[in-house]
């Protein structure tokens, strides 16, 4: 059995467009906010991990600590694509586990600003055809052959399910964005805070068939932060601060389990399975003891195939899953109460620990009006493609 | 003549237009692009240059409507399981319901899409979806 874990301090800063403040500073007020949080202070922590995707050539957790405290500690840079907030808070459990620290900080930071559509910018070519990449390619193939992009990958996720469910339809894909974006009005920190009805997600721009703009999470900035504790770690807290202590039942983070058609897509579904199966064995837990669930709905069409992958459901029950109302947040089981990727927003490195701190602040009764009332376990899933996943179960 | 070069190295233009690929001796997992070992079972002896056709199965698609600057949209994008094995992601044509383009057969067609400064052709390909009785849908 491994070492129990406990969260003790936990703070995200508000998601959005900040041109105002770089990354460093996104990542020290949440670090800062964290840490306050705890009743802790630079001086007391032992080790530093740090997600961001973007920035992560400048060593983000180093500069972070050059503006908070420069202690001398191990800090660990993580990148995991869509999961690298996540990442980093298993870095910091995994260096407690190892013996090297009974507090950790495990920090994600954006400052991704208006970057579109994500794609990585093609090198200048020359003249003349020459071929170049894993393909072989002599020009840019984006568009040409088919579509690589997020949207393209998660919309044919989507119709992949519509396919093979005739009871599914798009009008499932606009309820989700509906549902996730009524969620984020009770949430302060969320980017947008804006309901919107059925017909509006329906008839937005379309992106990629079905996933319109408003089915699509944005781009913005912002970070959020936990600080980690094992047994010797939480005895020297406040009394007050031990009270509200949330347990790590589950740290998993996998990859991508073979599939005959990885080269040609990305695998949505099989790498969140593989993780939902390890999290519930690992935490003991089933989805039947799960008051609320932070999954990683990118896009629309991202959440009705994550219900059943997280077992949220039985195979094949997503669409009466989501008619029956229980991923609403007065249904039987919410899910994205926050807003979701889709309306709090999706600053890559620090989604994953922002849906942590989601669920922390449920689990101590302190989410305010978005409050799940008597919730005592939860579960945050990621997922970057490429592909990492990672789920957290966590219990008080 | 005008000299032609595919536009990827999976796209073989002669002595007819087909999809070629490797295949792992141990598995006999098939691959489109370059690689180091099987990504299924560790081996690295290959088959090179295996021929796979120019028919198979769309598995899925999406219709774009938003890309990249000066990407032309919209343009249907999927992916077709080949009958001799592999998946090829591709731009489909005759497929502006994406959904009912899954599970129909979709054949390979070719077309100019660029010259360099030497002019030399770029060839690449699309896959022409097919209705239920063999024909463009």
């Known amino acids: 059995m491994s070492e129990p874990i406990w969260i003790v301090g936990a703070e995200m800063t508000p998601f959005g467009r900040f041109p105002q403040w770089d990354v460093v500073d996104l990542a020290a007020r949440a670090a800062r906010g964290a840490m306050a949080d705890a009743g802790l202070g630079i001086r007391d922590v032992q080790h530093v991990a740090v997600g961001n995707v973007f920035d992560a050539i400048t060593g983000v957790g180093q500069r972070m600590l050059h503006e908070i405290g420069m202690t001398g500690v191990p800090v660990v840079n993580v990148v995991n694509a869509c999961a690298t907030g996540a990442t980093a808070i298993r870095s910091g459990i995994t260096a407690i586990r190892a013996g090297e620290a009974d507090i950790a900080l495990a920090v994600g930071a954006e400052q991704l600003g208006k970057r579109g559509l994500l794609a990585a910018p093609e090198e200048p070519r020359g003249p003349e055809f020459a071929a170049r990449g894993r393909d072989g390619a002599v020009l840019d193939t984006e568009g040409l052959i088919g579509s690589a992009l997020m949207p393209g990958v998660f919309s044919e996720a989507g119709v992949s399910y519509l396919a093979a469910n005739p009871e599914a339809s798009a009008d499932h894909f606009f309820r989700i964005a509906e549902k996730n974006h009524f969620h984020s009005s009770l949430n302060p920190l969320a980017q947008y805070q804006k309901a919107f009805t059925f017909e509006q997600v329906r008839d937005a721009d379309m992106i990629a068939w079905p996933n319109t703009s408003l089915m699509c999470s944005p781009t913005g900035d912002g970070a959020a932060a936990v600080v980690l504790v094992n047994a010797d770690g939480l005895a020297r807290l406040a009394p007050g601060v031990r009270e509200r202590a949330v347990k790590v039942a589950a740290s998993v983070l996998v990859s991508d389990p073979w599939v005959e058609d990885a080269e040609a897509r990305w695998d949505v579904n099989g790498v969140t399975r593989l993780a939902a199966a390890a999290a519930y064995e690992q935490a003991g837990v089933g989805p039947e003891d799960l008051d609320l669930v932070e999954l990683h709905d990118c896009f629309a069409t991202a959440e009705l195939l994550h219900y059943e992958n997280l077992q949220l459901c039985k195979p094949g029950d997503a669409v009466s899953f989501l008619e029956s109302g229980a991923p609403w947040r007065d249904g039987s089981l919410p899910v994205n109460v926050s807003g979701g990727l889709l309306s709090k927003g999706h600053p890559l490195g620090a989604t994953g620990v922002a849906g942590v701190y989601e669920v922390v602040t449920h689990l101590r009764g302190e989410a305010g009006d978005r409050q799940i009332a008597g919730a005592k376990v939860g579960m945050a899933h990621v997922l970057g493609l490429g592909s990492a996943c990672a789920v957290h179960v966590l219990v008080r | ?137």
């Open chain 2, 1 to 137: 003549m005008t000299n032609q070069v595919p536009a990827v190295a999976h796209l073989r233009l002669d002595p007819a237009p087909t999809i070629v690929g490797s295949r792992c001796g141990s598995c006999g997992a098939t691959y489109l692009l370059r690689r180091s070992a099987c990504a299924s079972c560790g081996g690295d002896d290959f088959a090179a240059g295996v021929d796979l056709g120019t028919t198979g199965v769309v598995t899925t698609a999406t219709v774009v409507h938003r890309g990249m600057p000066g990407v032309p949209t919209p343009f249907t994008s999927g992916v077709v399981a080949l009958d001799a094995g592999g998946f090829v992601r591709c731009t489909l044509t005759d497929a502006e319901d994406p959904v009912a383009a899954v599970g129909r057969r979709a054949v390979l067609e070719t077309g100019v899409v660029g010259t360099d400064a030497a002019g030399t052709e770029a060839v690449a390909f699309t896959f022409r979806v097919q209705d239920i009785e063999g024909a463009p849908a």
